[in-house]
């Protein structure tokens, strides 16, 4: 007789069941495979002995109520947990959002894998004319998106992005194509710091924590700097979206 474990059961009922009423009865088929155990037939049988009367139909009781429990709460953590994420191009995992703009509705982002989201990626940053500081991807903070400089006005690092972006190199350092963003890596950055680079610049944080000075690139080298990146660390990202219209720059963030 093939019994589940626990985890199995969960993979099965939070990707096949259709509902409910299928999850509860897999959850009832794991715990009768759980009675027919023979250490644990063993010690009901001598359970049984030990009590009769009321106080066997109590612990029966007890016991009932402790697998409806149970039951109950492995549903509502499936019901939270169990849900797959497929892409909307290709059908395959889905580890990210994709949006026009930052702060978008959660209607309005897409979920796409990482292949469909670096097609997107690279239409937006082959047709953005303005100039752009792109900042690596990085771990812990839930999204990736560009944030135009006249958004953020008061803050120090539209004043230090500005001048980086006035004196950056026309080619792009990686294959000689016209450039047009800057790309900066993200080593030290945390959830935890992540706002100080918005008050701080780039100068104070990034460029203190051992990452070089930022280098030109053109918009298809920035879309594959960011992919590698993003692919080596296993990232993911409830909201990715790419530049528009205007200077700004492209960091990890919360909001």
């Not at 155990?37 to 066997?56: A, Q």
């Not at 109950?72 to 909307?88: N, S």
């Not at 080298?221 to 720059?249: A, H």
Request: proline share 4%; glycine share 10%.
């Amino acid at each position: 007789m093939v019994r589940w474990s626990a985890s199995t059961l969960i993979s099965i009922t939070g990707n096949l069941g259709p509902g409910p009423l299928f999850r509860f009865a897999l959850i009832g088929h794991w715990l009768h495979s759980l009675a027919r155990i023979p250490v644990l037939t063993s010690i009901s049988r001598r359970t049984l002995f030990l009590f009769h009367g009321h106080g066997m139909h109590t612990l029966l009781l007890v016991g009932v109520g402790g697998v409806i429990v149970a039951a109950l709460g492995v549903i509502a953590y499936l019901r939270r947990h169990g849900k797959t994420r497929l892409c909307v191009n290709c059908g395959a995992l889905s580890r990210f959002g994709f949006s026009n703009h930052a702060e978008s509705p959660m209607k309005e982002i897409a979920r796409l894998c990482l292949n469909c989201l670096k097609t997107k990626l690279a239409d937006d940053y082959a047709q953005f004319r303005a100039h752009a500081l792109v900042i690596e991807p990085a771990a812990n903070l839930p999204c990736y998106v560009f944030q135009p400089s006249s958004k953020w006005k008061d803050r120090k690092l539209v004043e230090e992005t500005g001048k980086l972006l006035s004196k950056m190199e026309t080619a792009c350092h990686h294959c000689g194509a016209k450039a047009n963003f800057l790309w900066l890596t993200s080593n030290g950055l945390t959830e935890d710091n992540a706002e100080n680079i918005f008050t701080e610049g780039v100068s104070e944080t990034l460029l203190r924590w051992g990452n070089g000075p930022p280098c030109s690139v053109c918009g298809q080298c920035c879309v594959d700097l960011i992919c590698k990146s993003i692919e080596s660390q296993s990232l993911t990202f409830l909201e990715v979206c790419g530049p528009r219209l205007e200077d700004g720059f492209v960091l990890p963030m919360g909001y």
